[in-house]
């Protein structure tokens, strides 16, 4: 009976050690979740097939655009115009579904909320900075005279996405294309990818003091000068 209850101790305490031992990510994602089984993105629209439906709504799908600012295993920190967000990229990985996942890429990954964590289920480049780039141009919508945007009425837009402002302050980060600007009441994070591509931002580092011309779109402030 010693001998007995010496062995089951002994199982108790090795399974005890297997399960503290499992990595930290097997603990803490979900259950396997795979797109095609519940839905699929058309373009960047989720279209639920009805057959994945959960009572605390916690599916939440979406997409997340930004620039890659930091990689820490399967956690890939990800700058957007105003914040950073951590997603979960594990089950893109799994289905080899990311890319090179690396410091300053601009990505677009498809995904979905639960738990207050974003799961990546798939990362492409962003497309919208190009289409953003390729599609617009100063000279083509209007002009700036001083700070002021006069504009010939040639590109309008029902929600008004073609917002023109100036952004005045401080640069305090530079991460690519994306700059932090303090402006006296708080900071603003500015694309000045159209600026660079015309070379119209000076040199653009941390201390300059700047005018940022640009316009917003989306939320996003792009500048198309930076004076």
């Known amino acids: 009976m010693k001998y007995l209850s010496s062995l089951l101790a002994g199982?108790?305490?090795a399974l005890t050690a297997s399960a503290v031992s499992l990595p930290a990510a097997a603990q803490t994602m979900p259950s396997p979740y795979v797109d095609s089984h519940c839905g699929s993105w058309q373009g960047n629209t989720w279209v639920p097939n009805g057959t994945c439906k959960d009572a605390d709504d916690t599916l939440k799908h979406q997409y997340v655009a930004g620039t890659i600012v930091s990689v820490k295993g399967h956690l890939v920190t990800v700058q957007r115009s105003k914040s950073k967000l951590v997603i979960d990229d594990q089950l893109a990985l799994n289905r080899e579904m990311t890319g090179k996942v690396a410091v300053g890429r601009r990505i677009l990954a498809h995904g979905y909320w639960r738990n207050?964590?974003?799961?990546?289920t798939m990362i492409q480049p962003s497309m919208a900075a190009h289409m953003v780039t390729s599609s617009y141009i100063d000279s083509r919508c209007g002009a700036w005279?001083?700070?002021?945007w006069?504009?010939?009425?040639?590109?309008?837009h029902p929600n008004d996405m073609y917002k023109h402002q100036v952004v005045a302050g401080t640069i305090v980060g530079v991460t690519g294309h994306l700059v932090t600007v303090q402006r006296s009441a708080s900071k603003l994070v500015i694309d000045d990818q159209l600026a660079l591509n015309r070379k119209m931002t000076g040199t653009v580092a941390v201390g300059r003091r700047i005018i940022a011309h640009g316009y917003w779109r989306n939320k996003v402030f792009y500048a198309t000068m930076i004076q």
């Open 11 to 13: 199982a108790v305490v």
């Open 116 to 120: 207050r964590v974003f799961y990546a």
């Open 145 to 148: 005279h001083g700070d002021t």
């Open 150 to 156: 006069i504009s010939k009425g040639t590109c309008t």
